[in-house]
């Protein structure tokens, strides 16, 4: 049937459409929609063969056309429809078992469709306010008697949204439209195959399938989904088994982790504990060291104690006797005072002894009172350490 030209937009009461299902209607038949539908397309002619089959089987379909004393078994995969196998429409045979056996295991669960022959359908566009897209069956229902010559209880029909104009908040939709007489007069020479059916379309102009469904709701063949939320738990339970199996390989982990960490602390204090010790070796080191080193630089005090009191005359007393920085200072009571720093001289341990400061007579005790200094020699191979008399005696 040819298509009238469109009418003017029915009077409905004002409603708000809904987000979603204002963007749902824009992303119909938008470009975007266009790209995508073509980008997949593309990506789907990189896989092979057998992977498009499988995603395609959502839209795979047998159809059945009616051609004289046959039913010609049409098969539809990707978009692309052929011609796969010719039955007989034979009275009293049992076409449906034919039919299966045709089709065979690997295409025996495709819905079956009815495809009548073009010019059968009336097409009518209308414009509808957006809001009435979210019941457009029911709206589109209201509307036949006033767009089409028949009412809603004489035709099968469908609609779909064709275009959104988002500036007038309207929508096109096409109304698809069968007499119900030539309906029941297209399904009669199918006979049994009639009670399979999931759907009637039609061809256009051009030859192409509508891809609208013209039969009544209540009579589609509604497809058995038991094994598809088998095979939905059986894919959840795998999932949650992933899941489950992740989190306990990431909780092992946690687990090594933490006793790593604590491995690690030991060992940090471990390493803090011999840095110490290396320190404090360090410090006993040095300390060593310098007693080395202050031994090796001085000679020992007593040998120059034993060296100074076997150089001293009986004429001499010592009062005090002392060390600083190197020289040795001597205070005491003589006689002979001034002959102390050539007794002195001679010795291996001690250089440039001289008196200090001037000579005090002392009436009481009938001496003169000397303070006396020299300088420590370097201990050396020749030097005796020990204050051997026999080998640093006076002159």
Request: glycine share 6%.
């Amino acid at each position: 049937m040819s298509s009238p030209s469109n009418a003017s937009a029915p009077t409905l009461p004002a409603r708000t459409v809904s987000p979603f299902a204002a963007a749902r209607l824009r992303y119909a038949g938008s470009g975007l929609q266009k790209f995508l539908s073509w980008w997949g397309g593309e990506l789907a002619a990189l896989l092979p063969p057998r992977w498009r089959a499988l995603f395609a089987q959502g839209r795979a379909r047998v159809l059945y056309v009616v051609a004289g004393d046959a039913v010609e078994l049409r098969l539809e995969d990707e978009g692309s429809e052929r011609l796969f196998t010719a039955v007989p429409l034979e009275a009293g045979a049992d076409i449906r078992a034919r039919v299966d056996a045709k089709l065979g295991p690997n295409r025996i669960e495709r819905p079956r469709w009815l495809l009548l022959p073009g010019g059968q359908v009336l097409r009518r566009k209308i414009a509808l306010p957006l809001s009435a897209t979210e019941r457009l069956r029911e709206v589109v229902g209201f509307e036949l008697d006033r767009q089409t010559p028949f009412r809603a209880d004489q035709v099968a029909y469908d609609c779909r949204v064709v275009g959104i104009d988002a500036a007038s908040k309207m929508a096109q939709v096409e109304m698809l439209v069968l007499p119900k007489e030539r309906l029941e007069a297209a399904l009669v020479p199918l006979g049994a195959l009639a009670t399979q059916l999931s759907g009637v379309d039609a061809r256009d102009a051009e030859g192409r399938p509508l891809r609208c469904n013209l039969l009544p709701p209540e009579r589609r063949q509604r497809r058995d989904h038991r094994t598809l939320w088998i095979n939905l738990g059986l894919a959840a339970i795998a999932l949650v088994a992933i899941v489950f199996a992740l989190g306990q390989i990431l909780d092992n982990r946690l687990k090594a982790v933490a006793e790593l960490e604590e491995q690690v602390k030991g060992r940090q204090e471990q390493a803090r504990a011999v840095t110490l010790l290396s320190k404090q070796l360090a410090e006993t080191s040095s300390g060593a060291d310098f007693l080395s080193n202050k031994r090796a630089s001085e000679p020992p005090m007593l040998a120059v104690l034993a060296d100074v009191t076997s150089r001293i005359p009986d004429n001499t007393f010592l009062e005090r006797f002392s060390e600083q920085e190197g020289s040795i200072y001597l205070t005491g009571l003589s006689t002979d005072a001034a002959g102390l720093v050539a007794r002195l001289q001679s010795s291996p341990l001690l250089r440039s002894p001289s008196l200090s400061g001037s000579l005090q007579p002392d009436p009481a005790a009938k001496r003169d009172r000397f303070t006396l200094a020299a300088e420590l020699r370097k201990p050396d191979a020749k030097t005796p350490a020990n204050g051997d008399k026999r080998a640093a005696s006076p002159p």
